[in-house]
């Protein structure tokens, strides 16, 4: 599929994990970031489609890039979907404008339900 999606965590297994889900799943144009302050400068770049976002990173985390995203008229409608490891921040995710929240480890099904409803 001709959707570009960014994949941003700083764990390169977790990215390399995401990137072999969505290739097998038809979404070709995968872009890595490790981190908030990388992936920005990506997204300002160039266009994106979806975003899949973990919260705790080096430079930037999740919830800051989420903010400063949602407070662009520019990029505010991109749907971001936060990957986390703490459920606790679900509620927080969601009302700084998140489209979903992923527990990890993340489920093949659940991450083809969020691009299905996103894309």
Do not use: H, W
Request: hydrophobic share 45%.
């Amino acid at each position: 599929m001709d959707r570009r999606i960014l994949v941003v965590d700083d764990d390169m297994i977790n990215r390399k994990l995401l990137s072999v889900l969505l290739k097998k799943n038809g979404y070709t144009d995968v872009i890595e970031a490790e981190n908030g302050k990388e992936a920005l400068a990506m997204i300002q770049a160039e266009p994106m489609d979806m975003i899949l976002l973990d919260i705790i990173m080096p430079e930037m985390n999740g919830l800051d890039l989420l903010k400063i995203l949602k407070q662009d008229e520019k990029f505010k409608n991109i749907p971001v979907a936060i990957l986390t490891t703490d459920d606790s921040k679900k509620t927080e995710a969601l009302n700084l404008g998140a489209c979903a929240v992923l527990i990890k480890p993340i489920k093949e099904s659940d991450l083809k339900n969020i691009l299905a409803q996103n894309l």
